[in-house]
């Protein structure tokens, strides 16, 4: 077993490479180059460097603001390699909202790759019809060390990025639009439903909620919208939307309208495409932003809004014009999203336009556990990692996706490390050039996102294992090679 304790740059330094995402994304440091023909690292992309056009008031601080974000990405473009086992980076026609992984994937005999699937949609400003989106992505098959790639200098198997190795080329990633769904306006948000990936529900600019069996769509757009049901109730649009993990059929939504409604698709019928809310909570007095079903109690549901509270809702109870509980003064500002972790029933997690992301106990919403701070801008998503309990992605308007790893909170720095951030911040992917949208784990390759913004990219990346991955402090004395 070979661990690697890190890397050096062109002065020799060695750097944390726990560390040295956060240092990337300031552009430093500056002497660092990729240049080594033994980096094996996946990387494909169809974004050149161009100057990246941005829109803004003034033009003297536009083309101020367009400067930084061109040398920051052509920066974090040039040391990728340092920091990703692989990237995939694909520009869209149009924007999405919204992308979710779909939880299956194909497996295909004697190839050395699988077919994953992604749910995304178009965001074209009224400017050409909309989509709601399936796409296949073709992913490399995890590679399992071979001793022949054995570096003796570098002390490592395979290249920084932990990609092919010599008796193993590289497989080329593949990202492909295979299904497009005629869709009335923009997408908000979509997500499938977890008992039936097929079935899957949209948030409108209209204010309506629309139910889609993909499987009922041919592949080509036939230039008429039919969803499978309406969803009527709401009175504006919205972006907070649940399928309950417990219940199918049974959703939860929260719209600019200041409710949150519940609604059970399993009363549709052939004769009524139409269905109303089955509850509408009145709970908040400003825009609800997001809605998330607790993934361990069926009965619970929280809610977070422009009132600047977390508010967690219990369906047993008969009131609909009040919380179960609530956090009241945890930010200062608008909350945008949360998540309930899923395997802690009690740990809640609240993302904020303060800029900053709370962490929460249930059962004591009176005072925040933890404030992880690094994020420069408004945070807008939060998901916990399928796999690792203690980590936790969050994405913003400073164009940036932080793991937090929660285990190393507390934790003893080094001056040098504490300027680049507190010990949880595990990594920053500085790859897309405008405002983060989505993004969203894959649930069948560990460490695999998908992240979409504002740039028109959807990327496609895995963090190095060599960042991720376990440290000799973390390896079980069993696990040691004797």
């Known amino acids: 077993m070979t ?25 430093w440091p500056s002497n660092l180059r990729v240049s080594d023909p033994r980096l094996d690292l996946i990387i494909q992309t169809d974004m050149e460097d161009e100057d990246v056009t941005m829109e803004s008031g003034d033009q003297d601080e536009q083309r101020e603001t367009e400067k930084i974000i061109n040398e920051e990405y052509k920066t974090w473009k040039k040391n990728a390699p340092f920091l990703y086992d692989m990237m995939l980076s694909h520009a869209l026609e149009w924007p999405t909202l919204t992308t979710q992984w779909l939880p299956d994937k194909q497996e295909i005999p004697d190839r050395d790759f699988c077919t994953h699937r992604l749910l995304l949609a178009t965001n074209t400003s009224d400017q050409a019809q909309n989509y709601l989106q399936i796409a296949h992505v073709q992913l490399p098959k995890p590679v399992t060390p071979d001793t022949a790639d054995y570096d003796e200098e570098r002390e490592e198997i395979g290249g ?26 923009e997408v908000n948000k979509a997500r499938y439903q977890p008992q039936n990936p097929n079935m899957i529900a949209t948030m409108c600019t209209d204010s309506r909620v629309m139910i889609w069996d993909r499987t009922k769509h041919p592949s080509a757009p036939t230039g008429h919208v039919s969803p499978q049901m309406e969803l009527i109730g709401h009175t504006k649009e919205g972006f907070g939307l649940s399928w309950s993990p417990h219940t199918a059929g049974h959703l939860a939504t929260g719209s600019e309208d200041q409710t949150v409604r519940l609604w059970d698709i399993t009363k549709f019928t052939q004769t009524n495409k139409a269905l109303h ?11 609800v932003n997001d809605v998330q079903h607790h993934p361990l109690h069926h009965s619970l549901i929280g809610s977070v809004s422009d009132d600047n509270t977390i508010q967690i809702l219990d369906m047993r109870n008969a009131t609909n014009s009040e919380a179960a509980v609530k956090a009241v003064d945890g930010h200062t500002d608008a909350i945008n999203a949360l998540a309930f972790n899923p395997a802690s029933e009690y740990l809640l997690a609240s993302g904020s336009a303060d800029k900053t992301i709370g962490l929460w106990d249930l059962r004591y919403l009176k005072a925040k556990l933890h404030a992880l701070i690094g994020h420069t801008d408004s945070v807008t998503s939060l998901a916990w990692h399928p796999f690792e309990e203690a980590v936790l992605g969050s994405s913003s308007c400073d164009r940036r ?34 405002r983060m949208t989505d993004f969203s784990w894959n649930m069948n390759d560990p460490w695999v996102l998908c992240s979409a913004a504002e740039d028109n990219l959807i990327q496609v990346w895995k963090v190095a294992n060599s960042i991720v991955g376990k ?12």
Do not use: C
């Open 160 to 185: 920084h990025g932990g990609g092919a190795g010599k008796k193993s080329p590289a497989t080329e990633m593949k990202f492909n639009i295979v299904q497009k769904i005629d869709h009335k306006g």
């Open 277 to 287: 809310p089955t509850r509408t909570y009145t709970h908040h007095t400003a825009i």
């Open 401 to 434: 996706i932080i793991f937090w790893d929660l285990s190393r909170v507390g934790e003893e720095q080094t001056p040098e490390d504490a300027e680049d951030g507190p010990p949880e911040l595990l990594f920053m992917h500085g790859g897309h050039t405008n």
């Open 471 to 482: 440290e000799l402090d973390d390896v079980p004395i069993e696990e040691l090679e004797q």
């Open 3 to 27: 661990v690697d304790l890190g890397t050096k740059d062109a002065t020799g330094r060695r750097i944390n490479r726990r560390r040295l995402t956060a240092n990337l994304a300031s552009g």
